[in-house]
C-alpha cells in the first residue's frame, strides 16, 4: 500500500513546476547514496564484529570483581575472557589460591591491580627448639598492640599481645599440623620448618647436688646425658661416652662451678667450633674458659626472703644465693635479672653460644615445693636449648612451599602482585559487553534508516 | 657451691637418736676418701619440717617402733617425690623386732614396696668397690639380733633409683663410734657408708 508522502509525490499533480522535478532527481539521487552509505556502514560493521567474534577473544576493556564475584571472575579471566587488565578487589582473608592465581595472569600478560580491604601486615614464623621435649618457637610481628590468636589443628594455642617493638615470641609444644596466627580476619600460617639433630649434653663439675639435680632436670626432659664429675684427687664419676669434647658428640656442656676440670681447657676450641656452652655459678671464673663468658662473677649475693608482690617462682629464685654477673662484654645480652643485678647472659663465641647463670644451688629451688620441680626443669631445659648446637636433620615435606604455610599474606602478596592499588568504584563486568551492545545499536539504527529511507521514496 | 651436709631425720615416734655417732664417724670418711665438700658437722632436721628440702639425703635409724604422722608421712612422700633419698637403718639387726616390722610397713605405706637391690647395682662401685654387695657387720657376724647376714639391702626404686634404702645389717652399730678410733681398725668398715652419700650425691 503506497503511503500518503509518496502518493502526494506522485509525477503530474497539479501545480508541479519542471524545475522541481530536476531537483527531486538530485535529492533522490543523494538519498539514494546515503541508502548505499548506511547499508555499506551496517555491513562494514557486522564484518567487524563477525571478525572479532573469530578472532582471539581478547577483550579490549580493564575488568574488575570485588571479594565475591573474584572466584568466577577468575575462571571467566582464564578460560572464557582474557582482558588486558584487571583490578581484582579481595577482603582480609586473601587465600594464597587466589594470590596465585592473580600472579598467573599477571605474567600471561594482564595487567593486575589490586586491593584487599582490612589485610593486615602481619607474620609468623615456626621453628623448632633444640630441646627433646619437643618445642617449637613462634616468633610474630604485627602492628604494635595488636591482639593475636594462636591455633593450629587441634585449636587454640595461646592469644598473644604483641609487645610495642612489633614483635612477640613464645615456645610451646605438641603443635598438630600447621600453625596459625589470626589478627582481625587476617590469618598468617606456618609449619615447623626441619628436625634437629639433639647430641648428648655433657655436665661437668663437682659431685653434688647442683650437678646430680641438674643431670635429672635434664635427663627428665629427654636429653641424654654425659657426666664428668670429680670425686676425689684421682677419681671422677664418668657416666657415657669418655671421647673428647666436640660437636660430633655434645650439644652442649653444662659446667657446674669452678673446680679443677682438666676438660676446661678444651672447651673453647669447642665453643668456637660451634658447641654451646652453659656456666653456672662460679663456672666463669675458670681461667681456661674466662674468655668465653659473657661477664664476670661478682661478690656473693645472700638469699633473700619472699618480697612483696614476688611470684612463687620469683621467690623460690631470691631463696637462691647468687654470683651476679658484673663486668658484661659489649656483646652479651643480658636474659635475666634479679633486683638491680644481672642474673643470667648470654653472648656468641666464634660459632657456639656462652650462657652465663650466677645462681648458686639451683637444686634447693627444685627441692623446695612441688612447683619448683617442673619449674626447676624447665629452666634449665630452657638455658641449654639456648645455646646448644643442633643441626638441621632434614626438612620436613610439609614446609616446602605450597604446603600450607602463609608466613606473611600482606608481604607474600605484595611480593607477588606488586603494591597495593585502590580500586575505584565502576561498574562491575566485561567492558567489550559493552562496545559490543553499541555496535549492534549502531548496525539496527544503520539499516532501519536506510529501510525507512528506501521505503519513503517508495523504492522495495 | 653449697657443702654436702648429713643430715639425721628426727621423727616422733621411737629412738631417732640411738646412733649419735655415726653422722662424725661419715662426715670423716667423706672427707677422708674424697675431695668432696663436706660440713664438718651433721644437722638434725625434723621430717615434719619443711627443711628436709635441705637436705636431700636423710639418714633414719631406731630400735622402737617407727611410726610417721599425717604431716611426717605428706612430707616424706614429697620430698622422695622431688629427688630426695632416705637411708634407714634398723639398729636393732632382728627382722622380728618391732622397729623392722612398723619401718618396713611404713615405707611401703608412704612411698612403696621394698625390694632386694642386687649386687650388681651402682650402689656398691660408685666409689668403693663391694662386688659380693653390702658389707656384712661384725654384728651379722656374731649372731646376735635376728642370726642372720643379709646378703642384700632392700630399697623402694623408681626403676634403678633408689629412692629409700633400707638395711636390716644394723650399721648404725657397726659405725657408731669416734672417728679417732677409726685408726684401730685394720679394715675401715664405714667406707660403705662413703658409697651411700656418693651414690646419692651423683644416681
Known amino acids: 500500500m503506497p503511503d500518503a508522502w509518496s502518493a502526494g509525490r506522485a509525477p503530474g499533480a497539479p501545480g508541479e513546476a519542471a524545475g522541481s522535478s530536476v531537483a527531486t532527481a538530485a535529492v533522490s539521487s543523494g538519498r539514494i547514496a546515503l541508502e548505499w552509505a548506511l547499508h555499506a556502514l551496517a555491513a562494514a560493521m557486522l564484518l567487524w564484529v563477525l571478525v572479532q567474534s573469530a578472532g582471539p577473544r581478547r577483550a579490549s576493556g580493564r575488568e574488575s570483581a570485588d571479594p565475591a564475584s573474584l572466584p568466577a571472575a577468575l575462571v571467566r579471566w582464564s578460560t572464557v575472557a582474557a582482558p588486558p587488565a584487571v583490578d581484582a578487589e579481595t577482603g582480609p582473608a586473601l587465600a594464597p589460591a587466589t594470590r596465585d592465581w592473580l600472579a598467573a595472569l599477571a605474567g600471561a600478560a594482564t595487567r593486575v591491580s589490586w586491593h584487599a580491604r582490612g589485610l593486615l601486615p602481619i607474620a609468623l614464623v615456626a621453628g623448632p627448639v633444640a630441646d627433646p621435649a619437643g618445642v617449637t618457637r613462634l616468633l610474630l610481628a604485627a602492628s604494635p598492640g595488636a591482639m593475636m590468636t594462636l591455633r593450629d589443628g587441634a585449636g587454640v594455642l595461646d592469644t598473644v599481645t604483641v609487645g610495642a617493638a612489633g614483635g612477640a615470641s613464645i615456645t610451646t609444644r605438641g603443635i598438630q599440623g600447621a600453625v596459625g596466627a589470626e589478627a582481625a580476619h587476617t590469618t598468617a600460617s606456618a609449619v615447623v620448618t626441619g628436625l634437629l639433630v639433639l647430641r648428648h649434653v655433657l655436665v661437668l663439675g663437682q659431685a653434688g647436688w647442683e650437678s646430680r639435680f641438674v643431670v635429672d632436670a635434664l635427663e627428665e626432659r629427654g636429653w641424654h646425658v654425659d657426666t664428668r664429675l670429680s670425686l676425689a684427687p684421682h677419681s671422677d664419676m664418668r657416666q657415657g661416652a669418655t671421647g673428647p669434647i666436640d660437636t660430633a658428640r655434645y650439644a652442649a656442656v653444662v659446667v657446674t662451678d669452678s673446680s679443677g676440670i682438666a676438660a676446661a681447657s678444651h672447651l673453647a676450641e669447642y665453643v668456637l667450633s660451634g658447641g654451646g656452652l652453659v656456666l653456672a655459678g662460679s663456672a666463669a671464673a675458670m681461667p681456661a674458659i674466662r674468655d668465653l663468658a659473657p661477664g664476670t662473677p661478682g661478690a656473693l649475693v645472700p638469699p633473700a626472703p619472699m618480697g612483696p608482690g614476688d611470684s612463687l617462682q620469683t621467690a623460690a629464685k631470691r631463696r637462691l644465693g647468687l654470683l651476679p654477673i658484673i663486668g658484661l662484654r659489649s656483646d652479651a645480652v643480658t636474659l635475666e635479672m634479679r633486683d638491680r643485678a644481672v642474673a643470667v647472659a648470654a653472648r656468641r663465641a666464634g660459632d657456639g653460644r656462652v650462657v652465663q647463670s650466677g645462681y648458686l644451688d639451683s637444686w634447693r629451688w627444685r627441692m623446695a615445693t612441688t612447683l619448683g620441680e617442673g619449674a626447676h626443669r624447665d629452666w634449665w631445659a630452657g638455658l641449654v636449648s639456648a645455646v646448644a648446637y643442633a643441626p638441621l636433620e632434614r626438612v620436613a615435606s610439609a614446609s616446602l612451599p605450597g604446603h600450607g604455610s602463609d608466613n606473611a599474606p600482606a608481604a607474600t602478596a605484595i611480593d607477588a602482585l606488586g603494591p597495593m592499588t585502590l580500586v575505584l568504584a565502576g561498574p562491575h563486568g566485561p567492558a567489550g559487553s559493552d562496545a559490543r551492545a553499541w555496535f549492534f545499536a549502531a548496525i539496527v539504527l544503520a539499516l532501519l534508516a536506510e529501510w525507512a529511507s528506501r521505503r519513503l521514496r517508495g523504492a522495495t | ?203
Open chain 2, 1 to 203: 657451691m653449697s657443702q654436702f651436709v648429713f643430715a639425721t631425720g628426727q621423727y616422733e615416734s621411737g629412738d631417732w637418736d640411738a646412733a649419735p655417732l655415726v653422722p662424725a664417724n661419715l662426715i670423716d670418711s667423706v672427707a677422708r676418701y674424697t675431695s668432696l665438700d663436706v660440713a664438718p658437722v651433721g644437722v638434725v632436721v625434723p621430717l615434719a619440717s619443711a627443711a628436709i628440702s635441705d637436705y636431700p639425703l636423710i639418714y633414719l635409724t631406731g630400735h622402737l617402733p617407727f611410726r610417721l604422722t599425717d604431716r611426717e608421712r605428706a612430707n616424706v612422700r614429697g620430698f622422695i617425690d622431688r629427688g630426695g633419698m632416705l637411708f634407714i637403718d634398723d639398729h636393732n639387726h632382728d627382722i622380728g623386732g618391732i622397729f623392722h616390722k612398723t619401718a618396713t610397713e611404713e615405707i611401703t605405706r608412704t612411698v612403696g614396696p621394698l625390694v632386694d637391690v642386687p649386687a650388681s647395682h651402682r650402689l656398691y662401685s660408685c666409689f668403693f668397690r663391694f662386688p659380693d654387695g653390702p658389707p656384712a657387720t661384725s654384728h651379722e657376724l656374731n649372731g646376735w639380733g635376728d642370726n642372720i647376714v643379709h646378703s642384700h639391702l632392700q630399697a623402694v626404686m623408681q626403676g634403678d633409683v633408689i629412692q629409700v634404702l633400707y638395711s636390716s645389717k644394723d650399721y648404725s652399730s657397726e659405725w657408731g663410734y669416734h672417728p679417732e678410733s677409726k685408726r684401730f681398725n685394720s679394715v675401715d668398715n664405714t667406707k660403705f657408708g662413703v658409697n651411700i652419700i656418693v651414690y646419692a650425691l651423683t644416681r
